[in-house]
Structure formats: C-alpha cells, structure tokens
T-cell receptor, first 112, second 113 residues
Framework: GNSVTQMEGPVTLSEEAFLTINCTYT??????LFWYVQYPGEGLQLLLK?????DKGSNKGFEATYRKETTSFHLEKGSVQVSDSAVYFC???????????FGTGTRLTIIP | DTEVTQTPKHLVMGMTNKKSLKCEQH?????MYWYKQKAKKPPELMFV???????INESVPSRFSPECPNSSLLNLHLHALQPEDSALYLC????????????FGSGTRLTVV
C-alpha cells in the first residue's frame, strides 16, 4: 500500500534560517505528491504539489522536487519567517485510489 | 469560488444530542470527503462521496452518518457521540482525477461533553 514518512518534529529555527523538511514515500506506479500546511486553529491548505518525476512544486518561497529515484519530496525554503510557523504535512494520492495518504506532520516554529 | 465552507466552526454537544455538520463547495468538484483530526495527528479519512454516492466508509461507527444531498453539499449527522469523538472535523473536495489535490475547509471543532 501507499505510505508517507516525514521527519519528526518539532523543528525550531531562527528567522531567516534555511528550512528542510524531509519526506519519503512508498507507492506503486506514479503517485502525485503534495505538501499541506495547517496554521494554528485552521484547516489544511495546499502549499504545493508535483504530479510527475522531476516536477518542482513551488509557492510562497517554498519548493519541493519530485525525486522518483530516491522516492522523496523534501520541502525547502531559503529564508523562513515567523509567519511560517505551522504544521506541515506531506501527502500523496495514487492512480485508482483517490485516498489522500498523509505523513505524521512536522510542527515548525520560527523564533524572531 | 475556490473555497470549502464548513459550519458551524465550533460545536459543543452532549452525549444524547443529535447535531449535524455541514459542508459546501461550488467548485464543481465531484468527490467530497469527511476527515477527523485529533490533536497533533494527521487527518484520518472517514467517508468519501464520489458523484454523490458513498464510495468509501473507513469502518466509521454508525453514530456518524454522512449524507450528500447534492453535488455541492455534504452533511455529517451526529448522534449519541462519546467524549473521545471530540476532534476537528474537516471536509474536503477534489476533482475526480489524481493529481488535482484536495481543497479543505477550515473545520468544525467538536467537543462532546
């Protein structure tokens, strides 16, 4: 079956630091990959996505590249802000199965 | 309109009450979902409706009863809940194709007393 493994949190960084949150997946075929963000007290927002190998998703300064050879989709940002403090979920869907499979989530806190 | 709207935002109910959660989208999405999220956990799938028909029930207790009156609306009827059912209930919708991504509502924070 499908599964997503992402780095355990919490992650605490200073403002303007470089961010990497690791995500690897297990799936047959060619899944679509997503990063969702959940701000405190809110629902989930789609941050970025990639639907095929070597695609790069990007949004709000965040990037992630679909690496089929390493089955990874790591989230990066060059300079984080306090407003980026949230929980980040890596997720996938796969052909023939619309169910969204989530990783466990990574709580990110940015200190001024 | 690119939103999924959920009402109410907060709900407190007793274990003998009957209440309903509502979800609405006007993006023409043909799949709609109910998720349950406990604190510090990822969302857990409860139900999937595809073209207004229930396609997935993740072995959810019968005290939760979903309903899809039309392609834009999704309800979750609650009856005789337990305190452990307290959680954030999220509705989502998607196009009927892989890769489209889900659009989530902001959720209903449910407390069972």
């Amino acid at each position: 079956g499908n599964s997503v493994t992402q780095m355990e949190g919490p992650v605490t960084l200073s403002e303007e630091a470089f961010l990497t949150i690791n995500c690897t997946y297990t799936a047959t075929g060619y899944p679509s990959l997503f990063w969702y963000v959940q701000y405190p007290g809110e629902g989930l927002q789609l941050l970025l996505k990639a639907t095929k190998a070597d695609d790069k998703g990007s949004n709000k300064g965040f990037e992630a590249t679909y690496r089929k050879e390493t089955t990874s989709f790591h989230l990066e940002k060059g300079s984080v802000q306090v407003s980026d403090s949230a929980v980040y979920f890596c997720a996938l869907t796969n052909f023939g199965n619309e169910k969204l499979t989530f990783g466990t989530g990574t709580r990110l806190t940015i200190i001024p | 309109d690119t939103e999924v709207t959920q009402t109410p935002k907060h709900l407190v109910m007793g274990m003998t009450n009957k209440k309903s959660l509502k979800c609405e989208q006007h993006m023409g999405h043909r799949a709609m979902y109910w998720y349950k999220q406990k604190a510090k956990k990822p969302p857990e799938l409860m139900f999937v409706y595809s073209y207004e028909k229930l396609s997935i029930n993740e072995s959810v207790p019968s005290r939760f009863s979903p309903e899809c009156p039309n392609s834009s609306l999704l309800n979750l009827h609650l009856h005789a809940l337990q305190p452990e059912d307290s959680a954030l209930y999220l509705c989502a919708s998607s196009q009927d194709r892989v890769g489209g991504g889900y659009t989530f509502g902001s959720g209903t924070r449910l407390t069972v007393v």
